[in-house]
């Protein structure tokens, strides 16, 4: 079984591996990982583990983030100082949410849970596709639906399928609709991201995030970046960088 660990205590990290070869020595760490970026490109440029143990709070950034940026298929046991982010975690790949210290019987625990899984899908296929089904027609109708803001005295809501992309302007949070109406939000731009469903919305860099909806076009631009046009102007030239290309392809294609 190959595992791939996501923790960015180097301390931490090595006392998890050590565990983890504890309760299953034939287990391969393949890799030891400690932020979202490297996360992204080690996920999009390798096959994938069998297994993930992922810390949440990572030295730039929630995990969460590697999920919007990548697809990930391998089950996920989470690990963390703090009991606040377990719904989240399982709305994404998630088997066990783990609370630090990390115990052996943690780790045996967080096993057991793989192997019952992989066998139930293996004796029930026909079952696991119909859940399939169920589970991709319900991400489709997951996210924020609504978005409530204050302009000229007044409040409004504005439908969530409606906005063409948000962005920082001023460094504040704002929203800009297809009709190319905007509105300041309080909500921090990591803090929407993780509100709205994956496969309508990309994160391109700190200061936009886009709806699939508004892409015009896409086009190769220097140093191996990206430039989006979007269907309304956007007050700055929309630019992926080279450590996301591979990740907005894949999100632009998986629909």
């Given at each position: 079984?190959?595992?791939?660990?996501?923790?960015?205590?180097?301390?931490?990290?090595?006392?998890?591996?050590?565990?983890?070869?504890?309760?299953?020595?034939?287990?391969?760490?393949?890799?030891s990982?400690?932020?979202?970026?490297?996360?992204?490109?080690?996920?999009?440029?390798?096959?994938?583990?069998?297994?993930?143990f992922?810390?949440?709070?990572?030295?730039?950034?929630?995990?969460?983030?590697i999920?919007?940026?990548?697809k990930?298929?391998?089950?996920?046991?989470?690990?963390?100082?703090?009991?606040d982010?377990?719904?989240?975690a399982?709305?994404?790949?998630?088997?066990?949410?783990?609370?630090?210290?990390?115990?052996?019987e943690?780790?045996?625990?967080?096993?057991?849970?793989?192997?019952?899984?992989?066998?139930?899908?293996?004796?029930h296929?026909?079952?696991?596709?119909?859940?399939e089904?169920?589970?991709?027609?319900?991400?489709?109708?997951?996210?924020?639906?609504?978005?409530?803001?204050?302009?000229?005295?007044?409040?409004?809501?504005?439908?969530?399928?409606?906005?063409?992309?948000?962005?920082i302007?001023n460094e504040?949070?704002a929203?800009?609709?297809?009709d190319?109406?905007?509105?300041?939000?309080?909500?921090?731009?990591?803090?929407?991201?993780?509100?709205l469903?994956?496969k309508?919305?990309?994160?391109?860099?700190?200061?936009?995030?886009i709806?699939?909806?508004?892409?015009?076009?896409?086009?190769h631009?220097?140093?191996?970046?990206?430039?989006?046009r979007?269907?309304?102007?956007?007050?700055?030239?929309?630019?992926?960088?080279?450590?996301?290309?591979?990740?907005f392809?894949?999100?632009?294609?998986?629909?």
């Amino acid at each position: 079984m190959n595992v791939l660990i996501i923790e960015d205590e180097v301390k931490t990290a090595k006392a998890l591996a050590r565990l983890i070869t504890l309760v299953k020595p034939e287990a391969v760490i393949v890799a030891s990982i400690q932020s979202v970026e490297t996360s992204v490109q080690y996920l999009s440029s390798n096959t994938a583990p069998d297994l993930i143990f992922m810390d949440i709070q990572l030295a730039d950034g929630l995990s969460f983030d590697i999920f919007k940026r990548v697809k990930i298929v391998s089950p996920v046991v989470f690990c963390t100082a703090y009991n606040d982010y377990a719904i989240e975690a399982f709305k994404v790949n998630g088997i066990d949410y783990v609370l630090k210290p990390i115990a052996e019987e943690n780790i045996r625990a967080a096993f057991d849970k793989v192997y019952g899984l992989k066998n139930f899908f293996q004796t029930h296929k026909n079952e696991v596709n119909d859940i399939e089904v169920l589970i991709n027609r319900i991400e489709e109708n997951s996210g924020k639906k609504s978005f409530l803001v204050f302009k000229n005295n007044k409040y409004l809501i504005v439908p969530t399928e409606t906005i063409a992309f948000f962005y920082i302007r001023n460094e504040t949070p704002a929203i800009v609709n297809f009709d190319q109406e905007e509105y300041s939000i309080s909500q921090s731009l990591d803090e929407v991201s993780h509100l709205l469903p994956a496969k309508q919305f990309f994160r391109l860099n700190r200061q936009y995030l886009i709806n699939f909806k508004a892409v015009k076009e896409v086009e190769h631009y220097f140093a191996r970046k990206l430039m989006v046009r979007l269907i309304i102007p956007s007050p700055d030239k929309l630019l992926v960088g080279k450590d996301k290309v591979t990740a907005f392809l894949s999100w632009l294609e998986n629909r």
